[in-house]
T-cell receptor, first 116, second 113 residues
Framework: GAVVSQHPSRVICKSGTSVKIECRSL??????MFWYRQFPKKSLMLMAT?????????EQGVEKDKFLINHASLTLSTLTVTSAHPEDSSFYIC????????????FGPGTRLTVT | GENVEQHPSTLSVQEGDSAVIKCTYS??????FPWYKQELGKRPQLIID?????GEKKDQRIAVTLNKTAKHFSLHITETQPEDSAVYFC????????????FGKGTSLLVTP
């Protein structure tokens, strides 16, 4: 089946530093990937839609200069949280749709970010 | 944009009973409705989905019904088991590549032995 990986699974960083999270589709190509964040006991909130070879589309209220997204290949999208602050601490999850596949989105295992 | 409402937020049932979770959506163009199960700290797992050309779909103990006119869809779990305990999310989307899922707020289901 379609598998999506994320790296790292957990990261702790200091305020003011940047953190990069990778999302990979392991056995399929994905022109489109999505980035969500999830606070404890809350739903998944879409942050941005990542498109290979073009600029990401950000949801209202999500700062594109703070959450940098790069989708340089059909199997890899990265999310960089720049100048992280404690309020950026969250669970970040990516998903990918298989090119030419069904509507189903395949989710990564998530990255737990803690900013101290 | 699409707005998905989900009820109840918490649900407690005894093992063997049925559980029903309901969602409504606002965008009549939405035509893909998946349901996800998420355990603590894990990724959401697709358990069943339905498209707007179908009114009902069943997979063993799990079924989903869709009422396009009323713009609501429901998840039904029969013969619940303790391992069904998790958070369940409904979602709605357009059935084409490139469209993100709009999630409901989730239902925390607890199945007690």
């Amino acid at each position: 089946g379609a598998v999506v990986s994320q790296h790292p699974s957990r990261v702790i960083c200091k305020s003011g530093t940047s953190v990069k999270i990778e999302c990979r589709s392991l056995d399929f190509q994905a022109t489109t990937m999505f980035w969500y964040r999830q606070f404890p006991k809350k739903s998944l909130m879409l942050m941005a839609t990542s498109n290979e070879g073009s600029k990401a589309t950000y949801e209202q209220g999500v700062e594109k200069d703070k959450f940098l997204i790069n989708h340089a290949s059909l199997t890899l999208s990265t999310l960089t949280v720049t100048s992280a602050h404690p309020e950026d601490s969250s669970f970040y999850i990516c998903s990918a749709q298989e090119d030419g596949g069904t509507d189903e989105q395949y989710f990564g295992p998530g990255t737990r970010l803690t900013v101290t | 944009g699409e707005n998905v409402e989900q009820h109840p937020s918490t649900l407690s049932v005894q093992e063997g009973d049925s559980a029903v979770i309901k969602c409504t959506y606002s965008d009549s163009a939405s035509n893909y409705f998946p349901w996800y199960k998420q355990e603590l700290g894990k990724r959401p797992q697709l358990i069943i989905d339905i498209r707007s050309n179908v009114g009902e779909k069943k997979d063993q103990r799990i079924a989903v019904t869709l009422n396009k006119t009323a713009k609501h869809f429901s998840l039904h779990i029969t013969e619940t088991q303790p391992e069904d305990s998790a958070v369940y999310f409904c979602a709605a989307s357009l059935s084409n590549s490139g469209y993100a899922l709009n999630f409901g707020k989730g239902t925390s289901l607890l199945v007690t032995p």
